[in-house]
């Protein structure tokens, strides 16, 4: 993220237009979907959660990202089917829809397919949008945070794609710090050689 980015979220201010991507425009969706959980724990207090923004990247976002066939479109298709959703409930639904196009979004601008990518980004962002809509009275403004938010999803798209190279092209059998190297000469992604190295040496333990 550059330091425009970095300045305009801190301020609360739009992001400048020639500085957006599917992948901010499904960072800023994520954010808001993350608000809005944390706002419905807070009123229904569930006893097995104990930190729900946590909660949140570990079971509705990276959830999200590691299922290939997850697809937005699933979930609001089962909503309208359903319309006699308990409006939490309902909502539920939107949620999940707004992380999987986010991450469609993010997989797709990954792969290439930079128009998929805005499609994705932009119907994250409408249901974002109703989201915050039904959350009218509640507070979401808080810049640090959806900085914060926006910053985790992108890392984890970012390492994700990482692991995807590393897999593909690097042979196994080189240290992490040697196959960091190696990514790092061939750009694939803008962490630094400190960071990728610890991402494929937490993968290989991840695999033990």
């Known amino acids: 993220m550059t330091d425009q980015e970095n300045q305009s979220s801190e301020t609360d201010e739009p992001?400048?237009?020639?500085?957006?991507?599917?992948?901010?425009?499904?960072?800023s969706a994520i954010s808001a979907?993350?608000?809005w959980w944390i706002d419905l724990c807070a009123n229904i207090?569930?006893?097995?959660?104990?930190?729900?923004?946590d909660f949140f990247f570990e079971k509705a976002f990276e959830s999200?990202?590691?299922?290939?066939?997850?697809d937005g479109?699933?979930?609001?298709?089962?909503?309208?089917?359903?319309?006699?959703?308990?409006?939490?409930?309902?909502?539920?639904?939107?949620?999940?829809?707004?992380?999987?196009?986010?991450?469609?979004?993010?997989?797709?601008?990954?792969d290439g397919r930079h128009n998929d990518a805005w499609t994705y980004a932009v119907d994250a962002k409408y249901w974002a949008g109703i989201l915050k809509a039904a959350w009218a009275d509640k507070k979401h403004s808080n810049p640090a945070s959806e900085l914060?938010?926006?910053?985790?999803?992108?890392?984890?798209?970012?390492?994700?794609?990482a692991i995807k190279y590393w897999e593909q092209n690097i042979d196994p059998s080189l240290s992490a710090q040697k196959a960091a190297t190696e990514?790092?000469?061939?750009?694939?992604?803008?962490?630094?050689?400190k960071k990728i190295a610890e991402i494929i040496a937490a993968e290989r333990r991840r695999r033990q």
């Open 15 to 27: 992001m400048p237009r020639h500085l957006r991507t599917p992948i901010t425009e499904a960072g």
């Open 33 to 35: 979907a993350c608000d």
């Open 45 to 53: 207090k569930p006893e097995n959660i104990s930190d729900p923004e």
């Open 64 to 70: 999200a990202w590691d299922n290939p066939e997850e």
């Open 73 to 110: 479109q699933k979930h609001i298709n089962e909503l309208l089917s359903n319309v006699e959703y308990e409006s939490n409930f309902a909502l539920l639904h939107v949620m999940n829809a707004v992380v999987a196009f986010s991450v469609q979004a993010m997989k797709a601008e990954q």
């Open 148 to 161: 914060a938010r926006r910053r985790h999803a992108e890392n984890y798209a970012l390492a994700q794609e």
């Open 183 to 193: 990514l790092d000469r061939a750009g694939v992604v803008p962490l630094s050689h």
